[in-house]
């Protein structure tokens, strides 16, 4: 089976221009077929706040309002999107920044809830696998904002996280996936104090084990389930690490390597 | 050769939710391949007035200074576009909305002028014809937002016209194109106080002679001038109408039609 990278970078390198550019110069250079997904950053929220539109979160999760999902279609699939894929192109890496409306890439339904109104959040329900397949194979790197859409044409705001993963998942039945959570720590830290306490390799025993002992992050526990739900669905390797350090994680030097079991 | 519709829509029915609702009704139903150029709209002028930035305009084009593109790429590459590819996908029609950056859809350079420093304006170098003529093939409706870019990386503003004009010129090698400017009016007006004025068929003999007599209405001079650019680069059919009229205009009863001599 032929490779693919699926890479995820969050709102902190996203937020730092110097940081980003380096990020998307390494990116660039990655041999072989690739998909990045971004996150969001802090510019939506400094958006709204000069606008006047006032953030709800509910249990760490913003809620998307009408004027919210305006603020981030504008800034997510607009600014931030753009922005990535013209960097990526004036490094001579062919990119298509897209969101999940665009070529149906991936649908969802708005998320319900028994008591929660979470607003403009899209759930995802599928993701086209033609339609990636067919950019890749026109040496295209999709860029995948993280907004997707359901049936009556209501945009909708998804974790970029899970965007990442349901498309490992999905893609996994037609290239051996690598997928990159790449995020401001050096990978899953025994001791979150000491930078040098990266855990090498997880599997889903140790997992048991470390959570059990409470010696995981409470923040690091939803991007680890997420990545173990990907390599218990056809993923073929997950790595977590540092953004500025792909080149590493890609070889393997650096980050927390998860596999197929 | 196959046919091919290149449809520019402008900013009076992208600012009037209603009106481009049903617009996009009647653009999913037509018939074959088709790609839709949508322009700016109010909102862009909108935001940078409640953000605080001053817009400049010189001859009736917007200066675009770094703050102002950041707006613009967000309001038409994000906003716009993402918007009208959602609606076009809930009336089945399946839409990839694009900036020129993206699939190097449309490659440009900075404005170079004597006297007037325009900012991050673009004048358009390349249209991708090879990408767009993938999509096509794909079944898909390609959306494109005002929006280009340099091998520099930087995004540039681009009037709609022009994309559309470009477009057409460089697609009219793989199909025979009929290019519609939807804008406010029925068509060209012999009277612009009289809607049914409108000039039906206009050669470059006719028009010559109208802009001699002077019965041609200044603000329509350039939008007549791409017309007939288009169609002495190979462009099949230019029809000048209102957006409403779409089904009529593509029909050949009412608006201005421009042909190929």
């Known amino acids: 089976m032929e490779k693919l990278y699926i890479i995820k970078i969050g709102g902190n390198i996203i937020d730092d221009e110097i940081k980003l550019?380096?990020?998307?110069?390494?990116?660039?250079a990655?041999?072989?077929?690739?998909?990045?997904?971004?996150?969001?950053?802090?510019?939506a929220t400094k958006m709204a706040s000069q606008l006047g539109i006032e953030q709800q979160m509910i249990d760490g999760r913003r809620i998307t309002d009408a004027?919210?999902?305006?603020?981030?279609t504008m800034v997510?699939?607009?600014?931030?999107?753009k922005?990535?894929?013209?960097?990526?192109?004036?490094?001579?890496?062919?990119?298509?920044?897209?969101?999940?409306?665009d070529g149906n890439m991936i649908k969802a339904h708005k998320r319900k809830h028994n008591t929660i109104?979470?607003?403009?959040?899209?759930?995802?329900?599928?993701?086209?696998?033609?339609?990636?397949q067919n950019l890749l194979n026109k040496n295209m790197s999709v860029v995948a904002a993280p907004i997707t859409y359901d049936e009556c044409g209501s945009l909708l705001n998804t974790n970029a996280d899970t965007i990442a993963q349901e498309m490992a998942k999905a893609m996994?039945?037609?290239?051996?996936?690598?997928?990159?959570?790449?995020?401001?720590?050096?990978?899953?830290?025994?001791?979150?104090?000491?930078?040098?306490?990266?855990?090498?390799?997880?599997?889903?025993?140790?997992?048991?084990?470390?959570?059990?002992?409470?010696?995981?992050?409470?923040?690091?526990?939803?991007?680890?389930?997420?990545?173990?739900?990907?390599v218990a669905n056809g993923v073929h390797t997950v790595i977590i690490g540092k953004a500025e350090e792909l080149k590493e994680l890609i070889s393997g030097t650096t980050g927390t390597t998860i596999k197929h079991e």
Chains 1, 2 share one sequence.
């Open 117 to 132: 109104d979470y607003g403009f959040v899209g759930d995802i329900d599928t993701v086209n696998i033609d339609l990636l």
């Open 172 to 230: 996994s039945s037609l290239y051996e996936i690598t997928l990159i959570y790449s995020f401001e720590k050096n990978g899953v830290l025994l001791d979150v104090n000491d930078d040098d306490s990266i855990i090498p390799h997880i599997n889903s025993v140790y997992y048991a084990e470390l959570k059990k002992k409470q010696l995981i992050f409470a923040g690091m526990i939803p991007k680890l389930d997420n990545a173990f739900a990907a």
């Open 76 to 81: 997510y699939a607009g600014y931030i999107n």
């Open 83 to 101: 922005n990535i894929v013209a960097q990526l192109q004036a490094n001579h890496c062919n990119a298509i920044g897209l969101s999940g409306a």
């Open 30 to 43: 990655v041999e072989g077929k690739k998909i990045l997904i971004h996150g969001g950053g802090k510019l």
């Open 67 to 72: 004027e919210t999902l305006k603020i981030v």
């Open 21 to 28: 550019s380096s990020f998307l110069k390494v990116f660039a």
